[in-house]
């Protein structure tokens, strides 16, 4: 009779059960990895330093909110439309023409100093970005990463944004303190472009399916999903990251390279932390992590309102990025554990059209606000932390939302 070593069999799955990383990646997935991985180091490069160039074109506070409030509007009736093409053609291809439209973005806002027409066709190729690129992205992890190891393949895009973090900002910086915006936009660009590649060396395997425009909207106003269109609102507070902040940075060092420096520094610090934090997930109560984060993420946005100088610019950066990283990785986890149980491509468009509601809320007030009050950064900061409270609701909600169920 062939003997079995119950000792050895329960050490083995004792060590799987604790190893930071996922057994096994598919390859649809680890081509993902490498495409995010090379695109993210672009976006981080350069994206951090998008508002503060359009704040030194000559656009005040106000008006930026104004631009993103647009892009949100546009996105939001836009979305629907990226949805039935990655239905009809794919995934990946939603990926590879989002990532076009933003080569052409980039070379738009260059223009955009030469003729005020610049500013809506810059409008029209960031939504058209938006559009194609997020639902295929989420739709291609949630359609082929692997239920129990969701938060550790999760935290590897955590880890690979992260790590991008650490080397992009002070490369964008020196970048544009050597060759200018030019010279940093022209390098996103071929960066970008060459992301792409992992995706073409193999054909995508796909079914094509229909999605009706109305779908979405019907599932947006629907009783029982209102829990998770609420949480999801709560990534409004994201916005103001990604524009208010860090101009707040560029205006306390007054210097591209030292901005770039403070958020490498920030990020180094958070990214040791990235992957227990993946690997916890997998073996926690989802909803317990997400409430703690929750309350850690709208503090330290408060933490903000009392940031003075570089030291404590720094240490707000970092405690900030960590709790967001704490939070995304359950929750990301979940969303996509939900969407491959279900419909795939209609969960990711609840979830975008949720957050983008919340986005042009915020975007909106602040237009208002900062019209008004020009300078008090610290009206945003307290709106970041309200709006990340909504986040309490996807740890109340009873399920995940039912929009969907097929791929």
Not at 117 to 124: E, H, N, P, R, S
Request: glycine share 8%; proline share 4%; with cysteine.
């Amino acid at each position: 009779m062939h003997h079995v070593d119950f000792k050895k069999l329960i050490a083995s799955g004792v060590a799987k059960e604790r190893t930071l990383f996922p057994s096994h990646l598919p390859r649809e997935l680890k081509e993902l990895y490498l495409t995010m991985t090379m695109l993210n180091f672009a976006l981080a490069a350069g994206m951090l330093f998008e508002p503060i160039y359009l704040y030194q074109v000559g656009f005040s506070i106000s008006q930026i909110m104004l631009y993103f409030f647009a892009v949100y509007v546009l996105y939001f009736f836009a979305m629907p439309l990226g949805a039935k093409f990655v239905k009809w053609r794919g995934f990946e291809h939603g990926i590879i023409l989002g990532s076009v439209f933003l080569v052409v973005y980039l070379i738009l806002l260059l223009q955009i100093p030469r003729s005020p027409i610049f500013v809506g066709l810059a409008i029209l190729a960031l939504v058209l970005q938006k559009m194609f690129f997020w639902p295929g992205y989420h739709a291609d992890f949630a359609f082929f990463s692997k239920a129990g190891e969701r938060g550790r393949e999760v935290g590897i895009v955590a880890i690979l944004d992260s790590l991008s973090y650490v080397i992009g900002p002070i490369a964008g910086g020196l970048l544009i303190a050597t060759f200018g915006f030019t010279g940093l936009f022209t390098v996103m660009c071929v960066i970008i472009l060459l992301s792409t590649i992992p995706l073409l060396t193999t054909k995508e395997v796909f079914q094509p399916s229909s999605l009706g425009y109305r779908e979405p909207y019907i599932a947006l106003a629907a009783r029982e999903n209102r829990h998770h269109l609420f949480g999801c609102m709560g990534f409004g507070e994201e916005l103001v990251a990604l524009t208010i902040w860090p101009i707040f940075i560029f205006l306390t060092f007054e210097n591209f390279v030292t901005t770039g420096a403070a958020i490498t520094i920030s990020t180094l610090i958070t990214s040791l932390t990235i992957l227990y934090v993946g690997k916890l997930t997998d073996i926690s109560d989802r909803k317990r992590v997400l409430r703690l984060t929750t309350l850690f993420l709208s503090i330290s946005w408060l933490l903000r309102v009392f940031v003075r100088g570089a030291g404590g610019v720094v240490f707000a950066d970092f405690f900030s990025r960590t709790t967001k990283y704490a939070f995304a990785l359950p929750f990301f986890s979940g969303l996509y554990a939900h969407a491959s149980k279900t419909s795939v491509v209609r969960t990711v468009i609840f979830f975008e059209m949720s957050l983008t509601v919340g986005k042009i809320i915020v975007a909106a007030f602040l237009a208002v606000w900062f019209h008004y009050v020009p300078d008090a950064w610290s009206g945003a900061f307290v709106l970041a932390a309200l709006f990340s409270l909504l986040y309490f609701f996807l740890s109340h909600a009873a399920k995940p939302a039912p929009i969907g169920s097929t791929p």
